[in-house]
């Protein structure tokens, strides 16, 4: 059957119970006028359009993209693609791709041959080892390459150039995940898996939009909602969400509020003694003390902070107290919030003091923004070690050193790696004078963009921006590297739930674009760098012998991927990590029987102060925790440093929106995602339209301290004080380029320069606003979609919907027996 | 009995590093951590200011419960200076002097928590011991934070 994927992105229910297996259903979307008859091959692949991992099959006709097809057998979608899945393929063939190199002449950018480019990288690079040594140099990745790309830019990174200031983007979506899941496993790595949602009784997401972040793996929770025994959804957000209108209860608590909240929480929980005692005694450090913390703390207390219902508290509070199998998962709402890091970690003490970790249904999913972070985190091109080995054990840099066959020396690890926004820091004071930005947006998705712009475009900082398109950010570059991007060239991503897909060439890439791994390789061959044998230091040749390379790297850690080969992976259909002799079929969930690898030789990270940052000593993390159990610790509540006043009565957040993913870049060229939200839209609540006397569609200046935008009005369901604005839109399409030529759209002309102390993510969802009427609405609604959060609360705006062209062949299939899990 | 001198000493050299971390949070606001964190870590020590006012009151030592605050004409100068400077690398310098300075004094402070404890031991003074187990480890906090952010910061200040 067919549906329209941009109007019902969801798509059709097909419900199951506790305990069984999630039903088949594959949906297709191919080129107009090309059939399933006409496809020539089909090319294995998963999703890169967020972090879901849906794996899918690319449509390959006369040497061109046609289209793609969910893969049934897979574990982590069973079939089902979400719209950017569907729709997103299509940039790859836009008319305005990257295809020849680009340098800056007379201040402008003019095409060049590779040889010309690399060679003003190479030498600038040089000039300025030379100078003033590797402190100079930066590099700024995503969370969007593939794991052997990573790999190969931290080996050059670290060893070759041998600079500490390598991050990625997933700073922004991801680092509070792992900074989490480090503060209470002692390392990073998933503990849950997908299928946990086949057998949780309650689920609760905090700070989650699932259903639009994760679209597929929402249609799971959806066909459980739709089944015998469903799950009680508990949601926290300030807006009402797909998600918040499926809870069973929904908290929208005061922005930056989220530490008060969780306290209380918790405080309910161990009030009501739903405390797993045998299981925190054996596995769980910290307990005692988090107890004696939380005396401070109740359901009234934290209701009164969050300005939340304290019934509905102290109800979400029984839900996950008393929940036989509890599925937990987080991210922005928490991750770019207020205190982020002690946030996200009181959600895995909730599951470490019920104590049913690593068993079916009671997962906590720690959630990634993007398709491949979790191997920017694991390959350690987010700036920490690679395969999780940990910085401040001597041990680990001297095993990296070994496989790196470098001196350890070579390594830098006698500092923390600088996060992007030192770097950024560092680059406006002048010491770091080089930084290459790959597959990334800076001048639209880092906070407060005027700054950004100010200190990117310095004369004295040579910047190198490699990407597919002629981003913001790539035109104030001083040298442009045209890139290939999925599905025209081969390599291997991780999902959120550990789970590794292969991902193969279906296409060329256009003109003169290169695979971000062959960038890389030629920049090590013209660097010459070498290990301590005079040896190459980067040995492989191809995706492949990458892999192979990282696979030895990764042995014996918590990432182990030596049971992988591509053989296996283009074979099967996706596998879990760890994946080794031990454990040859993948491994479904960490942490079973309280089993943590957080041993103190052992572990990737001591932690760090939840309030101040600062890193744990070895010592104390020996004295605190010698017998590598799991560690809770409670968390101060400090109120977000921006608080509204007389000037600035609101807060603002920011955030997404199913139809795009980050600035677009793909997205907008993607006809049907572009037509379903076509421009930028603030959201205000009925309560406060009235109070400010405007309407659907009006148009409105917001401001914060630092700079205004101006969107068209969405009466949604958000919650009162509180304005929302969607952070994708930038002005590469607009007449002026780059920058804001009068009126300016982009939400992070808004933000705040301030980071979480622990993940030094950056913090979105706390600054304050004011708006104004600049001019009424002709009665033309905005361009928010009303499929999802920024769904009306009023009458009159359209549905969205995307016709015949957004038309998806659905096939919803008896239960495949045996099949994917 | 001595414990009123201490007290009145600790008393001083709370103070005293809460205007130094007023300070730097002033000076260096365009390095956004140090900015936030210095004024965080400054209410701690303020409100160790006001619980030891209290406190010295039952050792016959009259402290003032008002802890500096670094308002002003001299710090909004200092913000100014801050913003101007931001681009260039001396004020980076500054940055390792001033925070090289909350650490020796938070030092000093946590010796003075250990004077007063070792005190109220020595009297059986329960709520004074309880005071110092609730505020010392809140210095060594503030001491752990200066230590951490002049190692993440040396190399790239010293070296560039």
Redesign the interface.
């Given at each position: 059957m067919s549906r329209d994927a941009i109007a019902a992105p969801w798509g059709t229910r097909t419900p199951y119970g506790r305990g069984e297996v999630w039903p088949v259903r594959v949906d297709m979307h191919l080129a107009d006028g090309v059939t399933e008859a006409d496809v020539d091959r089909w090319v294995q692949s998963a999703s890169i359009l967020h972090s879901n991992g849906d794996a899918l099959d690319i449509a390959v006709k006369d040497g061109r993209v046609v289209g793609v097809r969910g893969r049934g057998e897979d574990r982590v979608n069973h079939g089902r693609l979400g719209p950017k899945d569907l729709f997103g393929w299509q940039a790859n063939r836009s008319p305005d791709r990257l295809t020849r190199p680009l340098v800056r002449r007379g201040g402008r950018l003019v095409e060049t041959d590779w040889d010309e480019a690399m060679d003003l990288v190479v030498r600038r690079s040089q000039d300025l080892l030379a100078e003033?040594?590797p402190?100079?140099l930066g590099f700024y990745t995503t969370g969007q390459l593939f794991l052997e790309e990573y790999y190969t830019l931290g080996v050059v990174a670290h060893a070759g150039v041998g600079t500490?200031h390598v991050d990625g983007n997933t700073r922004l979506c991801t680092a509070t995940a792992a900074a989490a899941l480090k503060q209470s496993f002692g390392c990073d790595g998933q503990p849950g898996s997908y299928t946990d949602v086949d057998h949780a009784d309650v689920i609760a997401l905090y700070g989650h939009n699932m259903a639009e972040t994760q679209s597929v793996l929402w249609t799971r929770i959806l066909d459980r909602l739709a089944g015998p025994n469903p799950p009680a959804v508990v949601c926290v957000d300030p807006r009402l969400t797909p998600v918040a209108r499926e809870a069973a209860v929904h908290l929208a608590p005061r922005p930056g509020t989220n530490v008060a909240l969780m306290n209380g929480l918790l405080a309910e929980v161990i009030a009501h003694d739903w405390v797993d005692h045998d299981y925190v005694e054996r596995h769980v450090v910290g307990f005692d003390e988090l107890k004696e913390q939380l005396a401070t703390w109740s359901a009234d207390r934290a209701a009164d902070v969050c300005d939340v219902p304290v019934e509905d508290l102290r109800e979400a509070a029984r839900l996950v107290g008393t929940a036989d199998r509890l599925l937990s998962t987080v991210l922005q709402g928490f991750y770019q919030s207020n205190q982020a890091t002690a946030a996200a970690v009181q959600v895995n003490n909730i599951h470490l003091v019920r104590g049913r970790l690593g068993t079916p249904g009671n997962g906590i999913l720690q959630m990634n923004g993007q398709p491949t972070a979790q191997n920017t985190r694991e390959a350690g091109a987010d700036g920490d070690l690679a395969a999780f080995r940990n910085w401040t054990n001597e041990s680990h840099v001297a095993d990296l050193a070994r496989v790196w066959n470098v001196d350890p020396m070579t390594i830098p690890h006698?500092?923390?790696p600088?996060h992007v926004?030192q770097q950024l820091?560092?680059a406006?004071?002048?010491?770091i004078r080089f930084l290459w930005v790959q597959a990334t947006n800076p001048l639209v998705s880092l906070p407060e963009l005027h700054r950004v712009r100010s200190v990117l475009s310095q004369e004295r900082l040579f910047l190198v921006v490699q990407d597919i398109f002629l981003t913001e950010t790539a035109q104030i570059a001083d040298v442009v590297l045209p890139a290939a991007t999925w599905g025209e060239k081969e390599g291997t991503f991780t999902n959120v739930d550990r789970t590794v897909h292969y991902s193969g060439k279906a296409v060329e890439p256009p003109g003169e674009a290169r695979p971000d791994l062959d960038i890389f390789l030629d920049y090590a061959r013209r660097m010459g760098f070498q290990d301590k044998d005079g040896g190459p230091l980067v040995h492989w040749h191809d995706p492949e012998s990458a892999f192979e390379a990282w696979k030895e790297c990764t042995r014996g850690r918590p990432c182990d991927y030596t049971g992988l080969t591509y053989d296996r992976l283009q074979g099967g259909s996706g596998v879990q990590w760890p994946c080794n002799d031990r454990s040859p079929d993948g491994t479904e969930r960490l942490y079973v029987d309280g089993a943590f690898w957080s041993a103190p030789d052992y572990c990737e990270s001591y932690g760090r102060?939840l309030?101040?940052?600062?890193?744990v000593s070895q010592t104390e993390y020996k004295a605190l925790n010698p017998h590598g159990k799991a560690v809770v610790k409670y968390a101060r509540y400090?109120p977000p440093?921006e608080l509204p006043s007389e000037e600035y009565p609101l807060q603002l957040t920011t955030g997404r929106t199913l139809y795009h993913f980050h600035t677009r870049t793909k997205t907008a060229r993607a006809p049907q995602l572009q037509a379903a939200a076509p421009e930028v839209w603030v959201e205000m609540s009925a309560h406060d339209a009235d109070a400010y006397g405007v309407a659907e569609g009006d148009l409105l200046e917001v401001a914060s301290p630092r700079a205004a935008v101006q969107a068209r009005l969405r009466v949604s369901g958000i919650r009162r004080g509180v304005v929302f604005l969607p952070f994708h839109y930038g002005y590469w399409d607009t007449p002026s380029g780059h920058e804001p030529d009068g009126g300016a759209r982009a939400a992070n002309e808004l933000t705040v320069?301030?980071?979480d102390?622990c993940s030094k993510q950056p913090i979105f969802k706390t600054a304050v606003a004011r708006v104004r009427l600049l001019e009424r609405g002709d009665g033309t609604p905005s361009a928010a979609p009303s499929t999802t959060a920024s769904r009306s609360v009023r009458t009159g705006p359209p549905a969205t919907a995307g016709g015949p062209a957004a038309a998806v062949e659905e096939d919803v299939r008896a239960r495949v027996a045996g099949g994917a899990r | 009995m001595k414990i009123g001198m201490a007290l009145r000493e600790l008393h001083r050299s709370e103070n005293e590093l809460a205007r130094a971390l007023l300070e730097v949070s002033e000076r260096h606001r365009v390095d956004h951590d140090v900015f936030y964190l210095g004024r965080e870590l400054a209410s701690w020590s303020q409100a160790h200011v006001r619980a030891l006012a209290d406190a010295g009151s039952r050792y016959d030592v009259d402290l003032d419960p008002e802890p500096v605050t670094g308002q002003g004409l001299l710090a909004a100068a200092r913000e100014r200076w801050s913003d101007a400077v931001g681009r260039d690398p001396r004020a980076a310098l500054r940055l390792l002097v001033d925070v090289r300075e909350v650490y020796t004094l938070a030092c000093g402070v946590s010796v003075d928590w250990e004077l007063v404890a070792q005190a109220a031991q020595g009297v059986r003074d329960a709520e004074l011991l309880a005071l110092s187990k609730a505020c010392h480890p809140e210095t060594l906090r503030q001491m752990r934070w200066a230590n951490a952010k002049l190692k993440e910061s040396a190399t790239q200040i010293l070296v560039s």
């Open positions: 003033q040594g402190s100079a500490p006698y500092t923390p600088t926004m820091r560092y406006e004071e002048g010491s102060d309030v101040t940052g600062a890193p400090v440093h320069t301030e980071w102390p | -």
